[in-house]
């Protein structure tokens, strides 16, 4: 069975049909609150290698904090999106999802949930 770490906030609606899916399944998981705990800095440097095309994937940007930001994400290095990224878990798009300790899937789709998962 994949080890899975799922980082979700416990407000968010689309993090519960997430965690409950991975639970009608049978996955053992482990919950950490995004907010609380962002991903860690190795997490969030995969999330950027696997969504280098859209740097803005990785954000939550239907969220308050994204749109208060002044700044221009394609203009900001790595570092300096890592570094905004740990500074608030509600930048962060959720669920985020690593799994096999080197993959990540961001937001929440069924189907590619069972594709990568099952």
């Given amino acids: ?7 979700s906030y416990l407000k968010c609606s689309t993090c519960r049909k997430a965690s409950k899916w991975l639970e009608s399944k049978d996955f053992e998981f482990q919950l950490i609150d995004i907010v609380k705990k962002p991903p860690l800095v190795n997490y969030l440097n995969l999330a950027l290698e696997e969504y280098s095309y859209d740097k803005k994937r990785i954000f939550n940007t239907r969220g308050k ?13 790595r570092e300096e999106i ?5 500074s608030d878990g509600k930048l962060i798009k959720r669920p985020f999802l690593i799994y096999e300790g080197k993959k990540v899937i961001l937001g929440f789709n069924e189907i590619e949930y069972a594709k990568k998962l099952i």
């Avoid at 069975?1 to 980082?7: A, D, G, H, R, V």
């Fill in 1 to 7: 069975m994949k080890k899975i770490i799922f980082y």
């Fill in 65 to 77: 904090a994204f749109k208060n930001l002044n700044h221009d994400i394609d203009y900001l290095s």
């Fill in 82 to 86: 890592i570094q905004l990224l740990l």
